[in-house]
């Protein structure tokens, strides 16, 4: 297929794993695509004037996960988008289903190893606060990869330019608007 890709009729939300890069390749997704890009947790910060961290120490990670449920359902609403999620929003059973119904849903995965690398750079994640990250991140695959899986899409993410994990996603796109239009 060549020239520009086709635009998307649904939103595009990006799921996986703390760093693996949905904020990094859906902003160069969504400009490949000529799409709005927008960033659930930046968002979520923006509706409750306080950080993801805040949020979490002051009201709870239920508290956080109903409130990124709505603001992802807001996001979902109007003309098509590149979102990204963090990386527990598809755990939560209602918002799980509100992205597989009204949207197309793309797995970024990569291993353990290269996300522990990615994310020992900032202090900024609530659920590393004091803890090994690699031993997290291989906990936390255990519990979400089986319901990343779940995702329209899968795209595996080895360490490489973010431009070429647009291609791989531009591609299985295609693919999958392909598939359901036939």
């Known amino acids: 297929m060549t020239g520009s890709p086709a635009l998307p009729e649904l939103p595009i939300v990006l799921v996986g794993l703390m760093g693996v890069g949905k904020s990094t390749v859906g902003k160069r997704l969504a400009k490949r ?3 709005e890009f927008v960033d659930s947790d930046s968002e979520i910060e923006l509706a409750a004037d306080h950080s993801i961290a805040e949020i979490f120490a002051r ?3 239920e508290s956080f996960r109903d409130g990124e449920r709505r ?3 807001r996001l979902i609403e109007g003309p098509p988008k590149v979102i990204a999620t963090g990386g527990g929003a ?3 059973e209602q918002t799980r289903a509100l992205i597989l119904e009204s949207s197309i849903a793309i797995w970024l995965d990569a291993d353990v190893e290269t996300l522990a690398e990615r994310v020992s750079r900032r202090d900024t994640r609530p659920l590393l606060r004091d803890k090994d990250p690699l031993l997290l ?3 936390l695959a255990k519990a979400r990869n089986p319901i990343y899986a779940e995702a ?7 360490p490489m330019p973010h431009e070429r994990a647009v291609e791989r996603i531009v591609k299985a796109l295609q693919e999958w608007q392909g598939r359901e239009a036939g």
Not at 152 to 158: D, E, G, P
Request: glycine share 10%.
């Open 33 to 35: 695509l000529g799409m």
């Open 59 to 61: 009201f709870g990670e």
């Open 71 to 73: 603001v992802i359902a």
């Open 90 to 92: 598809f755990m939560n």
């Open 137 to 139: 991140l291989r906990d």
């Open 152 to 158: 329209h899409i899968h795209i595996r993410s080895q």
